[in-house]
């Protein structure tokens, strides 16, 4: 998996609860992504980080929390804001953004509700 | 807004047949394209990767093409296995943008 781990790889979340997905790279990247990918479907951006204690929101942000407080840390918080949290989760990371580096992707987290 | 799409969304081939995949894009201003394998229940994996200056480029078994006039790109795939079935993402993005656009996806579905 390219040096990123992922954890759990698969997590039950009850109604009302927040739960937190892991994301560990030992690539020494800049930047960390992380997507949300519906069934048949491709990667949506939900929140990325070019830099330690900084980060922006993607396409998706709402429902969402992150932190980056440390250079191979990426931490997603699925909050109760979000409704529809049933989903596989992907993280990547780069050493650069845009044009700057490929994105390389952890073996993923599946979010489902219970 | 500007997206990234396929053609087919699924393609069947027989094992030794050459696969062609095909990627529409919309925005005139991307300058990069990667191409992504996606197995079942894992990360998407790195395949090959193309900048706008350039309109081919080859790897191991596999090519992508680049047409910058009709925004198109392609994977080809030489003697396909069946080890080369999944999901072919393409994404796109430009120098200064710091994110990937991806597509929908093509299943490719190899028969013995």
């Known amino acids: 998996d390219g040096g990123i781990t992922q954890s759990p790889k698969y997590l039950f979340r009850k109604e009302g609860q927040n739960v937190t997905l892991s994301c560990e790279q030992n690539l020494n990247h800049d930047a960390m992504y992380w997507y949300r990918q519906d069934p048949g479907q491709g990667l949506r951006l939900i929140y990325y980080?070019?830099?330690?204690?900084?980060?922006q929101k993607g396409d998706i942000a709402e429902g969402y929390s992150v932190s980056r407080e440390k250079k191979e840390s990426f931490p997603l918080t699925v909050t109760s804001a979000q409704k529809n949290p049933t989903a596989f989760y992907l993280c990547?990371?780069?050493?650069?953004?845009?044009?700057?580096?490929?994105?390389?992707f952890g073996a993923g987290t599946r979010l489902s509700v219970l | 807004g500007e997206s990234v799409g396929l053609h087919l969304p699924t393609l069947s081939v027989q094992e030794g047949d050459n696969s062609i995949i095909n990627c529409a894009y919309s925005?005139?201003?991307?300058?990069?394209f990667i191409w992504y394998k996606q197995e079942s229940g894992k990360g998407p994996q790195f395949i090959i990767d193309i900048r706008s200056n350039m309109d081919k480029r080859q790897g191991q078994r596999v090519t992508v093409l680049l047409n910058k006039t009709v925004k198109h790109l392609s994977l080809q795939i030489a003697a396909t296995q069946p080890g080369d079935s999944a999901v072919y993402f393409c994404?796109?993005?430009?120098?200064?943008?710091?994110?990937?656009?991806f597509g929908t996806g093509t299943r490719l579905l190899v028969s013995p």
């Open positions: 994404a796109e993005t430009n120098t200064g943008f710091q994110k990937l656009v």
């Open positions: 990547a990371s780069s050493s650069g953004g845009g044009a700057g580096g490929i994105q390389y």
């Open positions: 980080s070019q830099i330690v204690n900084d980060f």
């Open positions: 925005n005139s201003a991307s300058d990069y």
